[in-house]
């Protein structure tokens, strides 16, 4: 007679996938209400069920060991299979309409991975979705055209608006473009921008009057794919972070000026909706991996 899989713990799972996306097992115990040692608990069934360690210590973040990387892509699934069959035997299947914005870095990058989820789960929301530049999504917001947006954290940012966190912003430039030598020579740095008004832009050439280099804008564009473009070209160098950073393009770090870190923020305008709230969440967690802790 074959020997009967063991059943793994949907509690222990939901614990398991909140303290990764949430970098800390406490964070996940407050959320769950739960004690930290009740979730540690958890945790360790998990592990003894599975047969193999599931997270390990980097520094001071927490880290996926190879069976747990397996194991976090089944847990996800799993749950909202069980989430869903909840919602059905209850009659909660969410339905109506959506519409949501996102800034051009998160929505070449990360909106994939967060409507095709939610759209096999919840069939019957219907949703819309527009990538722009943070002004135009804004305006959205406030002509009542979007009903949510996640976007990079500028000063005129409604109070309402969320903080999901701080992502750290990078120059880029394609691999043969050398820097250095181009400064060394005395030339001015070639930078590739989004038109103005635009809050990478400023925080560019802020940092570079500071550091006291000189620069000049060589191209600028309306879309993020044709800054990219012309990253790849090697006709300059950009001010971006790493979500959606593309394949065979280096961060440069010295001799150009740290630039620090800029807010991830989402805004909504009705917050008690059931859909725009497991949206939300879904957003934060595509997020997560690129904060800064």
């Known amino acids: ?119 096999r789960q919840h069939p019957g929301v219907r949703i819309s979705a527009r990538v722009d530049r943070n002004q135009p999504l804004l305006q959205a917001i406030a002509g009542d055209s979007l009903d949510m947006a996640l ?21 880029i430039a394609a691999p043969e473009l050398d820097v250095a030598a181009l400064l060394a020579r005395g030339e001015p740095l070639p930078l590739l921008m989004f038109e103005a008004p635009c809050l990478m832009r400023t925080r560019a050439l802020a940092a570079l009057e500071q550091a006291g280099l000189a620069w000049r804008v060589v191209f600028t564009s309306h879309s993020l794919s044709g800054i990219w473009a012309a990253v790849h070209a090697g006709l300059g160098v950009t001010l971006r972070s790493q979500i959606g950073l593309p394949a065979g393009l280096k ?23 059931a859909a725009q709230q497991l949206l939300g969440k879904l957003m934060a967690a595509a997020v997560n991996d690129y904060l800064v802790r």
């Open 1 to 119: 007679m074959a020997k009967v899989p063991i059943a793994l713990d949907s509690d222990a799972l939901r614990s398991f996938v909140l303290g990764i996306e949430t970098g800390s097992f406490a964070l996940a115990a407050q959320q769950l209400c739960r004690s930290t040692s009740a979730v540690s608990a958890q945790l360790k069934k998990l592990e003894q069920q599975c047969g193999t360690p599931l997270v390990e210590k980097r520094g001071r973040h927490l880290a996926l060991t190879p069976g747990g990387e397996i194991l976090m892509s089944y847990a996800r699934r799993l749950l909202s299979l069980n989430d869903e069959a909840w919602r059905a035997v209850r009659g909660e299947l969410l339905q109506g309409d959506v519409r949501i914005g996102m800034q051009e870095d998160f929505g070449e990058s990360l909106m994939p991975g967060i409507l095709g989820p939610f759209s």
């Open 151 to 171: 976007l990079w954290q500028g000063d005129n940012l409604p109070a309402s608006s969320q903080l999901l966190g701080q992502c750290a912003l990078a120059w």
């Open 251 to 273: 961060v440069i770090h010295a001799p150009l000026p740290a630039v620090g870190n800029m807010g991830i923020a989402l805004l909504q305008k009705n917050s008690a909706d």
